[in-house]
């Protein structure tokens, strides 16, 4: 079995702070790549950022610059430092993981359950 598990979310003002975690767990052989999403009330769910194991880093053009994402291979954890958040950044945000498991021969995506991300104006 499998967890990907995200913490961290909250209540912040504008201009505030939050860093996100997710960490994932199980019977895993290598990771690919971790990521994170978001979906907010009405709106399709995007891409926020994403690491791969060489560490290559993508992010949405409307978090360039305020958000940062890092990871940790030995503790098979992502992080998402979130600044200068904005009331536009308010959602849901889901941690993805590219996984291969032992004893499997291709690798699939692992989603967590989310975290709420609320910024007030």
């Known amino acids: 079995q499998v967890q990907v598990v995200e913490s961290g979310g909250g209540l912040v003002q504008a201009g505030g702070s939050l860093r996100l975690s997710c960490a994932a767990s199980?019977?895993?052989?290598?990771?690919?790549?971790m990521g994170w999403y978001r979906q907010a009330p009405g709106k399709e769910c995007e891409l926020v950022a994403s690491?791969?194991?060489?560490?290559?880093?993508t992010s949405a053009d409307s978090v360039k610059g305020r958000f940062s994402i890092s990871g940790d291979n030995v503790r098979k954890t992502v992080y998402l430092q979130m600044s200068r958040l904005e009331p536009e950044d308010t959602a849901v945000y889901y941690c993805?993981?590219?996984?291969?498991?032992?004893?499997?021969?291709?690798?699939?995506?692992?989603w967590g359950q989310g975290t709420q991300v609320t910024v007030s104006s």
């Open positions: 993805a993981a590219d996984l291969l498991l032992s004893g499997s021969s291709y690798r699939d995506r692992y």
């Open positions: 199980g019977s895993i052989r290598s990771i690919y790549a």
């Open positions: 690491i791969n194991s060489r560490g290559t880093t």
